[in-house]
């Protein structure tokens, strides 16, 4: 669903909490009932708290028992704490009384089976859609909002208010955080345990806490979701403002359709495409819960490391450089400086080694100076017991210099009792803190790499070709082909011929009828080369020696396969060999570039080395589809190779997987039927890439599912238009994140009165988190279309927007519109307006909304000329606007009963 009426859920005015007065029923559900009352008691909940029996035996002695129906006032929340199977009864009459959020404690795995578990989940949601009731649970443990004096949980332990959310499907795991943050001082907005999520699931709680002005950062422990493109829409909305730090478990099977990965590795590949930074343990999960507490913007990615004494310090470079991170290269003033300052020549660079004898105060002065150097962007200092300065002093001059600087600074205290009064003094000061060098550098990479991810999640790559013209007619008339011929796997020739269409090359070797024929196509490939046998009356070929250097490896191979297929399969007559390069010219090992179907995320998009005798390498990166360049690149990056080249060769190889693997994403974009494509080997040469083998397998749809296959979908070239309006060209295009600035330009020119018309108050500046809010958007859930003009320097200038945002059902999408205040009453709104008309009602929506003042007659009249129904607003002073886009469909006529 939406957020719709999960107010009611984290900001409730009162609460009911509903146990089961039958003595038959299970103790569980009442044993839950008493600590959700005595929590909320002990959190300071100033609303009524009702004590509510379900049924007419009183239990407990929790005060005083009424029924449902008896209720004097309507409570905002419920917490149901009954049977599982009497569950749905008690939230349709609830939502009959006026509840929208009900808490459900009860198991979804309660004592019955797999057919009763779905029964009981479906007659949940049955009673919760008349009223629209929203459903936490079944097996909830509850919601905690500190600042609001909220416990409705059954968590044995309170949260403090902080700036901190939790969002847990394991209560326990709830509860351990909550644990661990209250002995550091750390506090959160909200913790909230999904549990079974029937309704409210792990992508509401992000679209809620997106919101929310009293989170700035989210941890989320999850296993799985359902549904892929819901739920990257929601992590990227989070991560656009807010950084979220992720662990997940699950195991690592290997995935449905390729075990080159496993579905573990397409989770890693979508957090890392939603922005999300993700951590491997319950123990980086507190510290990343600290570390977002404390830690400063990072300006960069440079690391320099202080520490009193080689070893330690080498042992966190080493940590660093081998999980790919950056030591940066201190300048000749930072290290002339320190020469003087420690009295020392035998400094060389980084990290720093402190002579043993150091001082406090010279602690200090070290680390101000490598703060200062324009190299450096965090400082990790390295203490280890010293004689000459106690960690007590030396982490108070630490955390004096690290609180004056702008840039992070990461302390590791190695020892034992003797660290913890450094560690307490950091946290005091508000300084992150580690008692390994290991774990310091895994959070420095953490955020570094949460840095890198929102760069990203800022790609928007387009539905059309950018920098190439596919022939897509021509791929189509293929994929035509194979269906009508009832394949599922496109043939050789037909391989090749879409392949072509994207401009991908697959190499075609002759046959050889003859051994001395198979070395004169191996001279004229050139060494070394793979050898197959080709059989009569068998389609393909099997490549069975591989690397072969000569013709008398060749000669050996021919004998030794040849005896095979005499043994194996004495009635085959060998047609011939096929012959192919073993290695490309660059001298890069081959490659191979896959995609495969994931139940949950769509196509995924692979990379890795070539299998090897058949054997799947099980080492690739993956990346979701749509990919532009900088997607491509970084997909790349995580493969590591050719490394050893140098950087121009590198950047001409690069250039050239990236096209290819761009030409792919683009294939899957415009080719609904494919279904998975495997190219193994590919040589990649600084002039292309060189597919030696392919195999691509398709599925006949019926009924197309285009760009809603992917789990982000990309940019829709395809709505932009130029039209002429008042004699000036404009373009009519989707939104983009780099509209940021023009989108404040466009509010920051209206008028105090066009301000409060169109945001019904005096708004002429949104903050930069907003307007990245309103740049960055999901076109699966809105759209927001802009005039844009270029003055003559070619600067692009937002004219006007409008905007339209559409329920999970398609049903109704709200709209906005604004144009400059210069440009009122020019038909400008007209045609913006006419626009999203025209665009809601191409993907089916049923009815366009908007509210309007009473005073903004301007608005009035352009609706009513537009085809709207205009009617008063359920707020004072203001008026609906409502569009029907497509009739309601007729009912099917019923059958009289007698």
């Not at 030591?327 to 930072?334: D, I, N, Q, R, Y």
């Not at 030696?692 to 940019?715: C, S, T, V």
């Amino acid at each position: 669903m939406t957020i719709r009426n999960l107010e009611f859920l984290f900001r409730p005015k009162s609460i009911a909490v509903v146990a089961d007065a039958d003595p038959k029923s299970a103790d569980e559900s009442s044993r839950y009932a008493e600590v959700v009352l005595r929590n909320l008691a002990a959190g300071g909940f100033t609303g009524p708290v009702l004590r509510v029996t379900a049924t007419t035996r009183s239990l407990f002695g929790m005060g005083t028992h009424v029924h449902i129906d008896a209720l004097e006032i309507v409570p905002e929340l419920a917490v149901v704490c009954v049977p599982l199977k009497d569950v749905a009864k008690i939230v349709a009459r609830l939502g009959a009384r006026g509840t929208r959020a009900v808490i459900v404690g009860s198991s979804i795995h309660e004592n019955l089976k797999g057919s009763e578990i779905a029964l009981a989940r479906n007659a949940i949601l049955d009673a919760a859609r008349p009223n629209l009731v929203r459903i936490l649970g079944p097996g909830s443990g509850g919601l905690v909002v500190p600042g609001s004096a909220l416990n409705a949980s059954v968590s044995p332990v309170n949260a403090i208010p902080g700036r901190i959310a939790l969002i847990a499907q394991s209560a326990a795991v709830g509860a351990a955080v909550l644990d661990r943050a209250n002995s550091r001082g750390i506090g959160f907005s909200s913790v909230i345990h999904l549990g079974s999520a029937v309704d409210i699931d792990l992508a509401d709680a992000l679209d809620w806490l997106a919101a929310d002005p009293h989170t700035e950062a989210i941890l989320v422990q999850f296993e799985t979701v359902t549904v892929g493109h819901k739920f990257m829409s929601a992590a990227r909305a989070a991560a656009r403002n807010k950084p979220v730090v992720a662990i997940r478990g699950g195991g690592v099977a290997a995935g449905d359709s390729n075990d080159a990965f496993s579905t573990d590795d397409v989770y890693e590949a979508a957090m890392r495409r939603a922005g999300w930074v993700r951590i491997g343990t319950l123990e980086d999960l507190f510290d990343a819960a600290e570390a977002l507490a404390r830690v400063r913007p990072m300006i960069g990615e440079r690391l320099s490391i202080l520490a009193n004494g080689r070893g330690f310090g080498r042992i966190a470079a080493d940590a660093l450089l081998s999980s790919r991170g950056r030591l940066a290269e201190l300048s000749k003033e930072t290290l002339r400086q320190l020469k003087k300052l420690l009295g020392t020549h035998s400094l060389t660079g980084n990290p720093v080694a402190l002579p043993a004898d150091v001082t406090a105060e010279e602690w200090s002065a070290a680390l101000k100076i490598l703060l200062a150097d324009s190299e450096t962007d965090a400082v990790l200092t390295v203490y280890s017991p010293s004689p000459f300065a106690s960690s007590a002093d030396v982490a108070t001059a630490i955390c004096s210099v690290a609180k004056a600087s702008e840039r992070n600074v990461f302390t590791c205290w190695v020892g034992g009792d003797a660290m913890l009064e450094a560690q307490q003094i950091a946290a005091w000061h508000g300084v992150l803190s580690h008692d390994s060098a290991e774990k310091a550098i895994a959070i420095f990479l953490g955020i570094v790499n949460y840095e890198r991810n929102r760069e990203l999640l800022a790609q928007m790559p387009s539905s059309v070709a950018q920098d190439f013209t596919p022939n897509i007619n021509a791929a189509r008339d293929v994929i035509a082909e194979a269906i009508d011929a009832g394949s599922d796997t496109l043939s050789p020739r037909q391989t090749r011929r879409l392949l072509q269409a994207y401009g991908i090359d697959l190499a075609e070797y002759p046959l050889a009828r003859s051994l001395e024929e198979a070395i004169q196509r191996a001279d004229d490939i050139g060494y070394p080369v793979d050898l197959g046998l080709v059989l009569a009356n068998r389609g393909g070929h099997e490549m069975a020696a591989t690397g072969l250097r000569s013709p008398a490896d060749i000669q050996i191979a021919v004998r030794g396969l040849r005896s095979n297929v005499r043994e194996q399969n004495p009635e085959r007559r060998i047609s011939g060999y096929r012959l192919r390069p073993s290695a490309s010219r660059s001298g890069i090992d081959p490659l191979q570039i896959g995609v495969a179907s994931d139940p949950v995320f769509g196509p995924v998009i692979f990379l890795g080395p070539a299998n090897d005798g058949g054997v799947k390498s099980g080492n690739c990166a993956l990346a979701l589809p749509p990919l532009n360049m900088t997607l491509a690149q970084d997909l790349i990056s995580r493969c590591r190779f050719a490394a050893e080249l140098q950087a121009a060769e590198r950047a001409a190889l690069v250039k050239a997987a990236c096209q290819t693997l761009v030409r792919i994403s683009q294939l899957l974009t415009d080719i609904d039927e494919v279904a998975t494509l495997e190219l193994d080997p590919v040589h990649l040469e600084s002039t292309g890439m060189l597919v030696l083998d392919a195999q691509i397998g398709i599925e006949k749809r019926e009924r197309k599912q285009g760009l809603r296959r992917f789990a982000i979908r990309p940019y829709p070239k395809e709505l932009e238009q130029r039209v002429t309006w008042q004699g000036r060209r404009i373009l009519i295009r989707p939104i983009r994140p780099e509209d940021e600035n023009t989108l404040g330009d466009l509010l920051g020119s209206l008028e105090p009165e066009d301000s409060r018309m169109r945001f019904f108050g005096a708004m002429r500046s949104l903050p930069r988190s907003q307007l990245a809010r309103f740049t960055q958007i999901d076109y699966d859930r809105e759209m927001a279309l802009v005039a844009i003009e270029r003055d003559k320097e070619g600067v692009e200038h937002s004219l006007g927007e409008v905007r339209a945002v559409t329920d999970p059902d398609n049903h109704a999408a709200d709209f906005a519109i604004v144009v400059r205040s210069e440009l009122k009453g020019q038909g400008l709104g007209r045609l913006l307006l006419q626009s999203i008309i025209d665009y809601s009602r191409s993907r089916g929506t049923d009815e366009l909304r908007g509210e309007t003042l009473g005073a903004n007659l301007r608005m009035q009249h352009l609706a009513r000329d537009l085809g709207f129904e205009l009617k008063s607003g359920a707020d004072l002073g203001t008026v609906e606007l409502r569009l029907i886009l497509r009739p309601p469909s007729r009912p099917a006529a019923k059958a009289n009963r007698l």
